[in-house]
């Protein structure tokens, strides 16, 4: 085996060096495993960086290759540097490998976009090198589109025919991951902007020129569908993920320090859309910022598709489900802590209120408690079967 099996020039053009320049990126490394040769690492060098060197040794190669993939760490220091990491999953027949992408930096360097940019470029290349050129073409083109102030011409809450509901219903300090989301759906062209704050770190957000940056995303970027890439627009990272069932997109404007986990956030953006989007109807604020919190406390775990499901179905329809306990209180009660949580203990007080009169909103605002603890419980009594849900017919 010759170093050109295990070596290989990443192929970015050096017109977009003085970009990668002023970001302090000393040098782009991307190693994927080759079931032949094992850790192949294509390289890019704008100057001589200490890591880059530990890389070309053949020997250190497959160390870094196997101590990066099983960390989720995003910024690792060495030395005088600090190494910006992007992780791809590959699945070709039953086998999964994780690939690579390295930007290898000074040590004074702004982290939040670097790490920004590291997961557009993954994404939008899927993961394969040949295709890093062209996502940050992409990427220096889109901002050099957004250096420039653009105007837009709209009366009220309206933009292009959509119509938009801009009422405020959520501040920066509601959820601990991401500042807010906006939902676009395009198939019946309307935009719901409540859940988004209109101050993020002291800057005023222009809504109306978000939804057009978004909407301009949405048109040329081609995201794969139930996808998400990642976006800057004005200093912030933006998710927005493609959904597939209908004409749909959802935007997440994400937290410089926050838990994602980003292996599973296409899945819960998919089951929170779909039940989203499959209610068709109008959902209460105070319902949807329950399901924001409830997505944004566990976007960090694998989400069980039944299970999440089942929550955020009961969740939106909350004030139309009513619970039917299907066995005495006293018989419930006599199953003890081994199979009742403590965190039930105040429902179990309170079993009157599961007779199937009242919905579970009006449960949670009875006993003021959050709803998602109410749906907590009654999920642990379905799984049970030891409770009936009764849903009511919607108005309108």
């Known amino acids: 085996m010759s170093l050109e099996d295990k070596y290989k020039e990443l192929p970015i053009s050096h017109f977009y060096a003085p970009f990668l320049r002023d970001l302090g990126v000393k040098a782009i490394a991307f190693i994927k495993f080759d079931l032949m040769y094992g850790p192949v690492a294509y390289l890019y060098e704008l100057s001589r960086a200490k890591f880059t060197e530990k890389i070309k040794d053949v020997n250190s190669l497959g160390e870094i290759y196997a101590g990066l993939a099983r960390t989720n760490l995003d910024i690792v220091e060495s030395l005088d ?5 992007g992780r791809y999953l590959i699945k070709e027949k039953e086998v999964e490998s994780v690939n690579i992408l390295l930007l290898i930096c000074i ?57 938009i509901d801009d009422r405020v219903a959520i501040t920066v300090d509601t959820l601990t991951n991401f500042y807010g989301f906006i939902f ?20 005023r957000i222009d809504l109306t020129h978000l939804i057009k940056f978004v909407d301009t995303q949405k048109n040329e970027a081609e995201i794969p569908f139930n996808e998400t890439m990642s976006f800057y627009y004005k200093g912030l990272e933006i998710l927005i ?11 997440a404007v994400k937290k410089p320090v926050s838990r994602i986990n980003y292996r599973h ?24 910022l329950e399901a924001i919190n409830y997505l944004d406390a566990n976007i960090s775990k694998e989400p069980r598709r039944y299970t999440i499901e089942s ?23 006599a199953m003890g802590n081994i199979t009742i949580s403590r965190d ?28 998602s603890s109410v749906i907590d419980f009654v999920l642990f009594l379905q799984s049970r079967e030891l409770v009936e849900i009764y849903r009511k017919k919607a108005r309108g």
């Open 81 to 85: 540097e600090k190494i910006v990491v």
């Open 107 to 163: 040590q004074n360097i702004d982290t939040n976009k670097l790490t920004s940019l590291i997961r557009s470029l993954i994404s939008r290349s899927m993961g394969k090198p040949e295709k890093i050129n062209e996502a940050l073409k992409f990427i220096i083109e889109s901002e050099k589109k957004e250096a420039h102030k653009i105007i837009i011409s709209g009366r009220n809450n309206y933009y292009r025919g959509f119509k």
């Open 184 to 203: 676009f759906l395009y198939y019946k062209s309307e935009i719901d902007a409540r859940f988004l704050p209109r101050i993020i770190a002291g800057k």
């Open 241 to 251: 993920f493609n959904y597939k069932a209908k004409d749909a997109v959802l935007v």
């Open 265 to 288: 956030i296409n899945k819960w953006f998919e089951i929170f859309y779909a039940s989203y989007i499959n209610l068709q109807r109008k959902i209460k604020s105070e319902v949807m």
């Open 311 to 333: 929550f955020f179905d009961l969740l939106f329809n909350s004030n139309l489900d009513t619970p039917k306990i299907k066995i005495s209180a006293k018989a419930l009660k």
């Open 344 to 371: 039930f203990e105040l429902f179990l007080e309170n079993l009157y209120l599961f007779k199937g009169d009242k919905t579970l909103l009006e449960i949670s605002q009875n006993l003021s408690v959050p709803l």
